[in-house]
C-alpha cells in the first residue's frame, strides 16, 4: 500500500518549542557539570543504589517508550495489518529519538563513559554469559538500525535538492530500498532481544528483588509490556500530532488498535498472577506495606485500561483513549521503576532519591527528545494525513 | 605397618590414610588421588629424596619442620626415603657424603633432587663449597640422573636474597644453571611445605609432576595471585585502608594495599594456606603487608613498602571515603520530584478532557 507522508512545516521554534529548548539548554549545561564534578556530588547515587533514574527512567522506562516502532512493525510487517501503515513512520522516529537519547543517558550515567567504545570493539572480552552486555549491544546496533529506517524520510526530501547531498541521497536509495527488508527484520528482531534482557539485568539481583517483581519471567513480562507501553505511546503521540499539526485524524485507526493492546495487556498481568500464584506469593500482595500497595497500584493501572479498551471496541473515543494509553504508560513506567529501584533492596542502611540535577538531566533529554521530534516531522516527510498530497513515500 | 616415631606404635591403615587425605587436600588433590598415594607408599615405593643445601637460611627445612599433616617423622619414614639431607642427617663428613653416592647410583633416573638454596657462579662458585666440590658442581652432578628437580624456595627458584644487589657471589637459581631441563620452583620465603608435599606426593604415587606455569610455578599453587582471596580483599573493594601501621584502619584489620602489599601482583596461595599450623598465621593475616616473596621482580627488589601495580583491575585514581555513602532522601527532592510527575500526569489528564470535548459531536454523528 502507500500513504502520503508530507513535512508539516513551519517554524522550528514556536511557543511551546522555546520552552523545551530552554529546558534542554539547562539539562545540557547541568550535564556538563555532572562531568565536570563526577557522579559523586550531582547525583544521589551510592554504591548501594549504583542505577538511579538516568537507567529506571531514561534507559529501562524510555527504551520501552520508544517501542512505538518496535510494537507497530510487529503488527504491520509480522501480523500483516496493513491498514496501521500511516502509523509506523512517525513511531519509527519517536524510536530512534527515544533510544538515541536513552544511549546518551547511559554515557552520562556510567562511571568511565570514555571506555564505552570498547564494548563493540573489544570482542575478545566479552563475557558470554553476561545480560547486560547483550543490552549493550543490542540497543547500539538497534540505534543505528532505527535511523536506517529512518533514513528513506530523509533521502526522499534531499533526493529532490539539486546539491551533493542530493546526489548522494540518489545514489543510496536504491541500495537501501533493496536493504529495507532485512533492516526491518533487524529493526524487529533487536527489541525482542534486549527489552527481555532488560527483565533478565534485574532477575540477577535474585534476592535483592522483592518476591512479589523477582521471577524468571521477568523477560517474557518486560517484553510484553513494553509492546504495550509502545502502542500506548503511538496513540498519544498520532492523537497529539494531529490536533497539533492539524493533520487529518487517526482516530478510528488508534480506537481499532485499542483491542489489540488491551489483549497484550491481559497477557501480561495474567502471566504476572499465575507467577505468583503458582510460587506462593499471594500472602505479599495482601500484606499492606510499601511493596504491595504498589503491587496492587500496578495492577490497576494495567486493568483498568485493559477492561475500558475492551469494553470501548469499535467505538471512538479519543479522550478515554487517551486516558487509557496514559494508564498503560503509567503502569508499565510503574512496573519498571518498581523493579529497578523501588523493589530493589540492595541492603541494610541504603537509600536512594534522584538529586535534582539528576531530574532535570533526564527533563532536559526529554525534552530535546521532544524538541527534535518536532523539527524533524516540520522539515521532513514523516506524518501522513496531509491536506494536499505531493509525493508518494517509497516504503511498501 | 608403619610405626608411630612419637609413640613407638604402629600406625593403623585408617589412621596412615587420614595423614595422606589430609596431605592431599591441603594442596587441592582428591581423595581418591589420596587414596592412590597410600596405597603407593603402603606398598614400599617410596621414593628416594635427595635434599641439597646452597647458600640459603635452611628457612625452608625449618618450615617442613613444623607441618603436622603429615608430620616431618612421618614424611621421612613412611612416605619418602629422606637418603641425604644436611639439617636432618644423622650422618656426618665423610659418611654422609657416601650416602649421598650410594642413593644416587641405588636410584638412577629416579630419586627427586630437592634443591634448597643460591648457587653462586662468580669465580669458579667458590663462594659456597661442601666436601671440597662447588655447588655448581654438585648441582650439576645430582641433578643429572634425578627423575624430578624441585627448587624450593625463592633462592633455589631465582637467586633470592643472596642474588639482591650488589650480588657479590653471582649467585642465581637452579632452573638457571640447569638450562634444558625441568625444574619446579617453589618460590617463597619460606616456600609453603604443603606445596612441596603436594608435588613430591604426585610425583611419587603417579609419576607426574603438576601442571607448571612459564616460571616452572605448579599452577595449583601459584595459579592466582594472593590478592584474589585474600580475606581483606572485601576492604580493598570497599576502599577501606590502613594508611599508617597501628592507625585506626590497622587495627580494624583494613586492606594493606596502601602500606605496600605486593598482594595484587604476586602468585602464590598464601592466603588460603597458611603457615605454621595456625590458622591466620601468614604476613597479611598478622597485619604485614605481603613483599611478594614469591616474585623473581619483587622479592628483595622492589622496596617493601612501595605500592604495588595492579594490573587488573586498575586501581582508582582516588579512593572511596572508609563510610561508604549510603544515600539520603530530602524533603526538597521528594517535592519536586512530586511536582514534576504531578505536572506530567496533570497535563496529560487535562489534554484527554480537551479531547473529550472535541469528539463528543463527531461520537453523535
Known amino acids: 500500500m502507500s500513504e502520503i507522508a508530507v513535512p508539516v512545516g513551519g517554524k522550528a521554534l514556536n511557543g511551546p518549542g522555546k520552552v523545551l529548548f530552554g529546558l534542554t539548554l539547562l539539562g545540557i549545561v547541568l550535564m556538563i557539570w555532572r562531568f565536570a564534578v563526577g557522579l559523586g556530588p550531582s547525583t544521589g547515587l551510592s554504591d548501594g543504589y549504583p542505577w538511579g533514574i538516568w537507567i529506571a527512567f531514561d534507559v529501562v522506562t524510555g527504551t520501552a517508550l520508544a517501542c512505538g516502532g518496535y510494537a507497530m512493525a510487529l503488527l504491520v510487517y509480522v501480523m500483516n495489518r496493513g491498514k496501521y501503515h500511516p502509523l509506523v513512520r512517525p513511531a519509527i522516529l519517536t524510536s530512534a529519538l527515544g533510544y538515541s537519547i536513552a544511549a546518551l543517558a547511559i554515557v552520562v550515567d556510567v562511571g568511565r563513559p570514555w571506555f564505552i567504545w570498547r564494548i563493540p570493539l573489544s570482542v575478545d572480552k566479552w563475557n558470554h554469559a553476561s545480560a547486560l552486555l547483550e543490552v549493550a549491544l543490542c540497543v547500539m546496533a538497534y540505534v543505528v538500525v532505527l535511523w536506517i529506517e529512518m533514513s528513506p524520510a530523509f533521502i526522499e526530501k534531499w533526493k529532490t535538492q539539486d546539491t551533493s547531498l542530493g546526489n548522494a541521497a540518489r545514489n543510496v536509495s536504491g541500495a537501501l530500498d533493496k536493504a529495507l527488508l532485512w533492516i526491518i527484520a533487524l529493526g524487529i528482531l533487536l527489541p525482542t532481544m534486549h527489552q527481555s534482557s532488560l527483565g533478565t539485568v534485574i532477575m540477577l539481583a535474585g534476592p535483592r528483588l522483592h518476591p512479589l517483581w523477582h521471577t524468571a519471567w521477568l523477560p517474557l513480562l518486560f517484553l510484553l509490556s513494553c509492546i504495550a507501553m509502545g502502542y500506548a505511546v503511538v496513540v498519544m503521540e498520532s492523537t497529539l500530532a494531529s490536533r497539533g499539526f492539524g493533520r487529518a485524524k487517526e482516530d478510528k485507526m488508534l480506537a481499532s488498535l485499542g483491542g489489540v493492546i488491551a489483549y497484550v495487556l491481559l497477557a501480561y498481568v495474567v502471566l504476572r498472577i499465575v507467577d505468583i500464584v503458582i510460587h506462593g506469593k499471594l500472602g505479599l500482595v495482601f500484606q499492606f506495606d510499601l511493596y504491595s500497595w504498589m503491587f496492587l497500584l500496578e495492577m490497576v493501572l494495567f486493568l483498568a485500561p485493559a477492561f475500558y479498551l475492551l469494553a470501548g471496541r469499535g467505538k471512538t473515543r479519543i479522550g478515554g483513549m487517551f486516558r487509557a494509553a496514559l494508564a498503560i504508560i503509567l503502569a508499565g513506567s510503574l512496573y519498571r521503576f518498581d523493579a529497578y529501584l523501588v523493589a530493589f533492596n540492595p541492603g541494610k542502611g541504603w537509600s536512594y532519591f534522584p538529586s535534582i540535577p539528576e531530574m532535570f538531566i533526564t527533563i532536559g533529554l526529554v525534552a530535546a527528545e521532544i524538541l527534535l521530534y518536532i523539527v524533524l516531522v516540520r522539515r521532513f516527510p514523516i506524518l501522513g494525513g496531509a491536506p494536499k498530497p505531493l509525493t508518494a513515500t517509497r516504503r511498501k | ?365
Not at chain 2, 624456595?153 to 650488589?166: L, V
Not at chain 2, 620452583?185 to 613430591?200: I, K, M, S, W
Open chain 2, 1 to 365: 605397618m608403619a610405626l608411630d616415631p612419637d609413640l613407638g606404635a604402629p600406625v593403623s591403615r585408617r589412621d596412615f590414610i587420614r595423614i595422606i587425605s589430609m596431605a592431599a587436600a591441603s594442596v587441592g588433590l582428591s581423595s581418591s588421588a589420596a587414596l592412590r598415594m597410600a596405597e603407593a607408599a603402603s606398598k614400599g615405593l617410596k621414593p628416594s629424596v635427595i635434599w641439597l643445601h646452597f647458600q640459603e637460611c635452611t628457612g625452608c627445612t625449618e618450615s617442613l619442620l613444623r607441618s603436622a599433616h603429615p608430620d616431618i617423622a612421618t614424611l621421612i619414614l613412611d612416605l619418602i626415603s629422606l637418603d641425604y639431607h644436611e639439617t636432618l642427617s644423622a650422618a656426618a663428613g665423610h659418611q654422609a657424603e657416601a650416602s649421598l653416592h650410594e642413593a644416587m647410583e641405588a636410584n638412577k633416573g629416579k630419586y627427586v633432587c630437592i634443591v634448597e638454596g643460591a648457587i653462586p657462579t662468580k669465580d669458579n662458585g667458590i663462594y659456597c663449597q661442601v666436601g671440597g666440590r662447588t655447588a655448581v658442581d654438585i648441582l650439576n652432578d645430582v641433578a643429572a640422573s634425578a627423575g624430578a628437580i624441585i627448587a624450593i624456595g625463592s633462592c633455589a627458584s631465582f637467586g633470592g636474597i643472596p642474588a639482591a644487589d650488589p650480588n657479590p657471589t653471582g649467585a642465581t637459581g637452579a632452573p638457571m644453571i640447569l638450562e634444558g631441563k625441568t625444574v619446579v620452583t617453589l618460590p617463597g620465603c619460606p616456600a609453603n611445605p604443603y606445596n612441596l608435599l603436594g608435588t613430591v606426593l604426585q610425583f611419587v604415587t603417579m609419576g607426574t609432576l603438576p601442571a607448571l606455569d612459564e616460571k616452572g610455578r605448579p599452577k595449583f599453587a601459584y595459579g592466582r595471585v594472593i590478592h584474589e582471596d585474600c580475606p581483606r580483599r572485601p576492604h580493598f573493594d570497599a576502599g577501606r585502608f590502613a594508611l599508617q601501621f597501628g592507625d585506626e584502619g590497622h587495627r580494624q584489620g583494613y586492606c594493606l594495599y596502601r602500606l605496600g602489599c605486593k598482594g595484587p601482583q604476586t602468585h602464590a596461595n598464601c592466603s588460603i594456606q597458611h603457615f605454621g599450623e595456625v590458622p591466620g598465621a601468614w604476613p597479611i593475616g598478622i597485619g604485614h603487608p605481603c613483599v611478594g616473596c614469591t616474585e623473581q621482580s619483587l622479592a628483595f627488589r622492589a622496596p617493601i613498602h612501595s605500592t604495588a601495580q595492579i594490573e587488573r583491575p586498575t586501581p582508582p585514581d582516588t579512593y572511596p571515603p572508609i563510610a561508604a555513602d549510603h544515600g539520603g532522601v530530602s524533603p526538597v527532592v521528594t517535592g519536586v520530584g512530586g511536582l514534576i510527575g504531578g505536572a506530567l500526569v496533570g497535563a496529560g489528564y487535562m489534554a484527554s478532557r480537551k479531547l473529550d470535548a472535541e469528539s463528543t459531536p463527531e461520537k453523535e454523528a
